[in-house]
C-alpha cells in the first residue's frame, strides 16, 4: 500500500463524505502585483463575465453578475473529498526545489500548483502576511517565499512522521536531532506535534453539522467534523487524520488498518503479522540469553 492510499484511508477512517463538502477556489490567470530578487507576489485576476461596459470619463462598472460570479475562476472544489492526499503532493515539491537564487524556476513550479489547486491562502487582502490568526486570508493571493518555506515545512512533517517506524540506520543518517535512536525519535515526534497543532489551530475550525426531521423538529444527524480557512489547513487536517488512524504494529510498517477490520486487528497483512512475531521472540530471546551468558 502506498502513502496515496494510507491517506484515502485514514480520511474514510476519521470522518465520513457528507463532512467533506468545504470548498476552494481555483483561479487561471494571475497578475505579478510585487517581485524582488528572490520572491513574487502573485494575485488572481478579477474578470467581467459580461462585457465590458464604460461610464462617462472612462471608468468601467461592471455587470450584476460579477458581484457573484468571476469569469478568471477555473473551478470550485472539495480538497478533502477530491484530493485526499494533497498533503503528500505538496510536501513532494521540496524534491523540485531549484533553490531561493532560481526566483523564476520556483515561480514556475508555484504557478503550476495555484492554477491546478490554488493558493495557500496565507495572506491577507491587503498583502500583509502577518499575524494569520485573526486576519481575513485570501484565496486570490500568493506568496513566493511563504510558498516554499511552506512546502519545506510539509516535506519536514513527512519526515518526522516516518521517524517513527524507520530503522535505526536509516534514522542515523537523517538530519533529526539526536545522538542516539531515541532521541531522534523523541525529536521527531515534537517536532510533528508541535507544527500540528500550530497549523490546526490557526488555519482549521471544528464544524457542527446538525439536522433535524422536517416533520417533528427532532434531531437526526449530528456530527463533529472540521472546517478550513486556508488550503493549507485542509492540507494539515489531512496529515493529523492520516496520523490519528489506527495503523499496522509491525515494525518499520504504518500502513493504515482499514475501519471495518476487526478492532482488534494489529497489523495489516499476514507479512506484517509474521513480521511483529518474530520480532517479538526475538525480543524476548535476548534477556534469556543474557542471564545464560552470565550464569557461565
Not at 500548483?113 to 495572506?123: N, Q, S, T
Not at 489551530?201 to 444527524?221: D, F
Not at 495503523?247 to 482488534?264: K, M, T, W, Y
Not at 507479512?271 to 520480532?279: A, E, S
Amino acid at each position: 500500500m502506498d502513502d496515496s492510499e494510507n491517506f484515502i484511508r485514514a480520511r474514510d477512517n476519521e470522518t465520513e463524505g457528507r463532512y467533506l463538502g468545504t470548498g476552494w477556489t481555483v483561479f487561471r490567470d494571475f497578475d505579478t502585483v510585487q517581485k524582488t530578487e528572490h520572491n513574487v507576489r502573485l494575485r488572481a485576476k478579477w474578470r467581467d463575465p459580461g462585457l465590458p461596459q464604460f461610464r462617462k470619463g472612462g471608468k468601467r462598472s461592471y455587470s450584476a453578475e460579477w458581484a457573484i460570479k468571476d469569469d478568471n475562476a477555473a473551478k470550485f472544489y472539495a480538497p478533502l473529498r477530491e484530493k485526499p492526499d494533497l498533503f503528500l503532493r505538496f510536501a513532494s515539491l521540496a524534491e523540485q526545489d531549484p533553490g531561493i537564487e532560481d526566483r523564476d524556476g520556483r515561480q514556475e513550479i508555484t504557478m503550476k500548483w495555484v492554477k491546478r489547486y490554488g493558493v495557500l491562502g496565507l495572506e491577507y487582502d491587503n498583502g500583509s502576511a502577518q499575524d494569520l490568526a485573526y486576519g481575513r486570508r485570501s484565496v486570490r493571493r500568493e506568496n513566493l517565499l511563504l510558498f516554499w518555506d511552506e512546502v519545506h515545512r510539509a516535506a519536514g512533517c513527512i519526515t518526522a512522521y516516518r521517524a517513527g517506524t524507520a530503522p535505526a540506520r536509516m534514522l542515523k543518517r537523517s538530519n533529526i536531532p539526536g545522538k542516539t535512536t531515541t532521541e531522534k525519535r523523541m525529536s521527531a515526534a515534537r517536532l510533528l506535534d508541535t507544527q500540528l497543532r500550530h497549523k490546526l489551530k490557526h488555519e482549521c475550525y471544528p464544524k457542527l453539522y446538525y439536522e433535524v426531521l422536517r416533520e417533528t423538529g427532532e434531531p437526526a444527524n449530528v456530527g463533529l467534523s472540521w472546517g478550513f480557512r486556508s488550503l493549507l489547513g485542509a492540507m494539515y487536517l489531512q496529515l493529523a487524520w492520516r496520523i490519528k488512524s489506527r495503523q499496522c504494529q509491525a515494525p518499520g510498517c504504518n500502513n493504515v488498518i482499514d475501519l471495518h477490520e476487526r478492532s482488534d486487528k494489529e497489523t495489516c497483512s499476514r507479512t506484517c503479522k509474521q513480521r511483529r512475531k518474530d520480532h517479538r521472540d526475538r525480543a524476548a530471546a535476548k534477556p534469556a540469553t543474557s542471564r545464560a551468558l552470565g550464569a557461565d
